[in-house]
């Protein structure tokens, strides 16, 4: 049980950091399971915005919801995505021209989209037209065969692209399914035991297991968490076991995924309770008025778990573009 002090108190403070206090008593240790989450953002860093964004306009078919930041110090954020950020997952890109450049790394695997205006014949006649990004591979299956649902990908057409901050995409080509998420997955490289990392997406994210898979005879073993019970709904995580030196090489290109929760201060308690690291601790994150607290997996993927109550506030209160 937490008292509405450490509300107040944050408000005062107007801090990124902070120490929470907790009444008698331990935490829940259900709450990952009992809070209903889900991912609110996918934050990545990119050398050009400008190109970025046009990319996924014109190419993914996302809309741009809001810019944040300062222009003229070359500062800036730019929010896309599918669905408004209130019900759905937004991508949260920005860059800075005061720091290096961008370093990708090997660890990131790739997104995928999927959304009934997404057409990969004209996606990849479009990409020529307008020379940005390439495309990686495409691939056709049968409706719902075999292979393609052994590998995770209820779809009629696969094209894997890479947009021009070298980003890859699988996009995903259904007909007549419905999604309910169309930025439906991220794919991270994991090392170490599978089973640690499940047992943290589950104990600490919230996530279930939805199936563990080989990708291929001879390949890394898989594993997919969400939080929606079928791979069509939501945004699920694909972590994918691979070799320690790829894994350790994270660059500085995906930065972290952020997860609302009803109760940061629980969810910083069971956190604790399941000896999981906390790297910031309760408070505000930084640039925002909200309360989050921030983890990170086994193999070092950051998550900010966030007040779903102050992320609905923060969109309300800045100007979205239309």
Same mark, same amino acid.
Not at 137 to 152: I, P, W, Y
Not at 245 to 260: C, E, H, L, P, R
């Given at each position: 049980?937490?008292?509405?002090?450490?509300?107040?108190? $944050?408000?005062?403070?107007?801090?990124?950091?902070? %120490?929470?206090?907790?009444?008698?008593?331990?935490?829940?240790?259900?709450?990952?399971?009992?809070?209903? +989450?889900?991912?609110?953002? /996918?934050?990545?860093?990119?050398?050009?915005?400008?190109?970025?964004?046009?990319?996924?306009?014109?190419?993914?078919?996302?809309?741009?919801? +809001?810019?944040?930041?300062?222009?003229?110090?070359?500062?800036?954020?730019?929010?896309?995505?599918?669905?408004?950020?209130?019900?759905? !997952?937004?991508? @949260?890109?920005?860059?800075?021209?005061?720091?290096?450049?961008?370093?990708?790394?090997?660890?990131?695997?790739?997104?995928?989209?999927?959304?009934?205006?997404?057409?990969?014949?004209?996606?990849? &006649?479009?990409?020529?037209? =307008?020379? =940005?990004?390439?495309?990686?591979?495409?691939?056709?299956? &049968?409706? !719902?065969?075999?292979?393609?649902?052994? $590998?995770?990908?209820?779809?009629?057409?696969?094209?894997?692209?890479? *947009?021009?901050?070298?980003?890859?995409?699988?996009?995903?080509?259904?007909?007549?399914?419905?999604?309910? &998420?169309?930025?439906?997955?991220?794919?991270?490289?994991?090392?170490? *035991?599978?089973?640690? @990392?499940?047992?943290?997406?589950?104990?600490?994210?919230?996530?279930?297991?939805?199936?563990?898979?080989?990708?291929?005879? #001879?390949? @890394?073993?898989?594993?997919?968490?969400?939080?929606?019970?079928?791979?069509?709904?939501?945004?699920?995580?694909?972590?994918? $076991?691979? *070799?320690?030196?790829?894994?350790?090489?994270?660059?500085?290109?995906?930065?972290?995924?952020?997860?609302?929760?009803?109760? %940061?201060?629980? =969810?910083?308690?069971?956190?604790?309770?399941?000896?999981?690291?906390?790297?910031?601790?309760? #408070?505000?994150?930084?640039?925002? !008025?909200?309360?989050?607290?921030?983890?990170?997996?086994?193999? #070092?993927?950051?998550?900010?778990?966030?007040?779903?109550? *102050?992320?609905?506030?923060? /969109?309300?209160?800045?100007?979205?573009? +239309?």
């Amino acid at each position: 049980m937490f008292v509405q002090r450490e509300r107040v108190w $944050l408000e005062k403070q107007k801090k990124s950091y902070c %120490v929470y206090t907790r009444m008698s008593g331990s935490a829940d240790p259900s709450w990952a399971q009992q809070d209903k +989450r889900r991912v609110l953002v /996918i934050d990545i860093r990119v050398q050009n915005i400008e190109h970025t964004q046009q990319f996924y306009e014109q190419h993914l078919g996302m809309r741009l919801w +809001r810019r944040l930041g300062d222009l003229q110090q070359g500062q800036f954020t730019s929010v896309c995505g599918y669905g408004p950020e209130q019900s759905n !997952a937004s991508l @949260h890109f920005h860059n800075d021209e005061q720091r290096s450049p961008v370093q990708l790394g090997k660890a990131f695997g790739h997104f995928s989209c999927s959304h009934p205006g997404l057409r990969i014949a004209k996606l990849i &006649e479009d990409m020529q037209l =307008t020379g =940005t990004g390439r495309v990686s591979k495409v691939e056709e299956f &049968e409706v !719902a065969n075999v292979e393609s649902l052994r $590998l995770g990908r209820d779809a009629d057409k696969i094209a894997c692209v890479v *947009d021009p901050a070298g980003f890859f995409w699988e996009v995903l080509e259904r007909h007549e399914r419905n999604v309910s &998420e169309a930025l439906c997955k991220v794919m991270l490289r994991v090392s170490g *035991d599978l089973d640690t @990392h499940i047992k943290f997406y589950h104990e600490v994210l919230g996530m279930r297991l939805i199936r563990k898979a080989h990708l291929a005879p #001879g390949h @890394h073993e898989c594993a997919y968490m969400s939080y929606k019970p079928s791979e069509r709904d939501g945004t699920w995580i694909e972590l994918l $076991l691979s *070799d320690p030196a790829k894994v350790n090489d994270k660059g500085d290109g995906f930065q972290f995924i952020a997860i609302s929760t009803k109760n %940061v201060f629980k =969810t910083a308690e069971s956190i604790r309770k399941a000896n999981a690291p906390i790297l910031q601790d309760v #408070g505000y994150f930084p640039g925002t !008025a909200i309360t989050s607290v921030v983890t990170q997996d086994p193999s #070092g993927w950051k998550y900010v778990f966030c007040s779903e109550e *102050d992320y609905l506030k923060d /969109i309300e209160s800045r100007q979205h573009v +239309r």
